[in-house]
Nanobody
Framework: QVQLVESGGGLVQAGGSLRLSCAAS????????MGWFRQAPGKEREFVAA????????VHADSVKGRFTISRDNAKNTVYLQMNSLKPEDTAVYYC?????????????????WGQGTQVTVSS
């Protein structure tokens, strides 16, 4: 069982930056691939970024490539999402997710554990 707690969301102007954090419980954090997803009002949840258990492999959605970066610190049981050059269309609730097995994937049903989400609002 893994429990995930996101933090770092907030209100920012377009062009600004935020860093989201997701703290995980448990002693085998490096055995879990981690992902970030987001859901805007009236839209389905969508993939943002994922990272392998060891951190050596990442994948980012086309919509955030070059602006967002996923990383992790296994010593701290934490995964991060650095978000730069934010746009109003990035406004959403951002969710952290974990899947046992080290392969990063954008396939949402493969993630068994989810955080409660953190709101990111980008004003124009």
């Amino acid at each position: 069982q893994v429990q995930l707690v996101e933090s770092g969301g907030g209100l920012v102007q377009a062009g600004g930056s935020l860093r989201l954090s997701c703290a995980a419980s448990g002693r085998t954090f490096s055995s879990y691939a981690m992902g970030w997803f987001r859901q805007a009002p009236g839209k389905e949840r969508e993939f943002v970024a994922a990272i392998s258990g060891g951190g050596g492999s990442t994948v980012h959605a086309d919509s955030v490539k070059g602006r967002f970066t996923i990383s992790r610190d296994n010593a701290k049981n934490t995964v991060y999402l650095q978000m730069n050059s934010l746009k109003p269309e990035d406004t959403a609730v951002y969710y952290c997710a974990a899947r046992y097995g080290g392969v990063a994937t954008m396939i949402e049903p493969l993630y068994a554990y989810w955080g409660q989400g953190t709101q990111v609002t980008v004003s124009s």
